[in-house]
């Protein structure tokens, strides 16, 4: 039986999106991707495992707007084969948003968060958890600083959950 092949290709496109065009791959068993801009060129990506790799998040940086990454590199968070959400806040912290367990299950979801030249996430909190299925979430950064935590529900619902910034960064 032939291997599944997985890549991670990163377009890029101008208002008003109809054009779009290949600035990269990345080749390996990790997948969907969420790239995190820091300053001018500087860049760096999230990925979820898949396949075999291990269940953990990895990461990689850029220096070149995402032409080429360094090596990837394998983050302490674990990921069962399921979604992740990163964004950089206005306050320059980064959010990660996963299932944090080594079972294949989609519970708990928990938020971690790190800061610019941090090497390790810090301060793992369980946002929400339980015996259904909690997965693909979307973070967003209200102007008020408050955090959008948006997933789905059982794959039957979407849940929003609203934190504030005390809740996140004093996780």
């Known amino acids: 039986?032939?291997?599944?092949?997985?890549?991670?290709?990163?377009?890029?496109?101008?208002?008003?999106?109809?054009?779009?065009?290949?600035?990269?791959?990345?080749?390996?068993?990790?997948?969907?991707?969420?790239?995190?801009?820091?300053?001018?060129?500087?860049?760096?990506?999230?990925?979820?495992?898949?396949?075999?790799?291990?269940?953990?998040?990895?990461?990689?940086?850029?220096?070149?707007?995402?032409?080429?990454?360094?090596?990837?590199?394998?983050?302490?968070?674990?990921?069962?084969?399921?979604?992740?959400?990163a964004i950089k806040t206005s306050n320059g912290t980064i959010l990660l948003s996963h299932n944090n367990t080594n079972e294949f299950k989609r519970t708990p979801l928990n938020l971690n968060s790190i800061k610019a030249g941090e090497v390790y996430f810090q301060n793992d909190k369980v946002i929400d958890s339980g015996d259904l299925e909690l997965s693909y979430p979307c973070l967003l950064e209200r102007e008020n600083k408050d955090i959008f935590m948006i997933y789905t529900y059982n794959r039957k619902m979407i849940k929003n959950i609203i934190l504030e910034p005390k809740e996140v960064y004093g996780l």
């Open 1 to 85: 039986m032939m291997k599944k092949k997985f890549q991670t290709i990163i377009y890029e496109s101008s208002y008003p999106f109809i054009n779009w065009q290949e600035v990269t791959k990345i080749d390996g068993e990790l997948i969907q991707g969420d790239l995190i801009h820091y300053k001018d060129l500087e860049w760096q990506i999230f990925l979820r495992p898949a396949g075999d790799s291990e269940k953990y998040i990895y990461k990689a940086l850029s220096a070149d707007n995402c032409k080429t990454f360094q090596t990837i590199i394998k983050t302490q968070l674990s990921c069962p084969l399921s979604g992740v959400a």
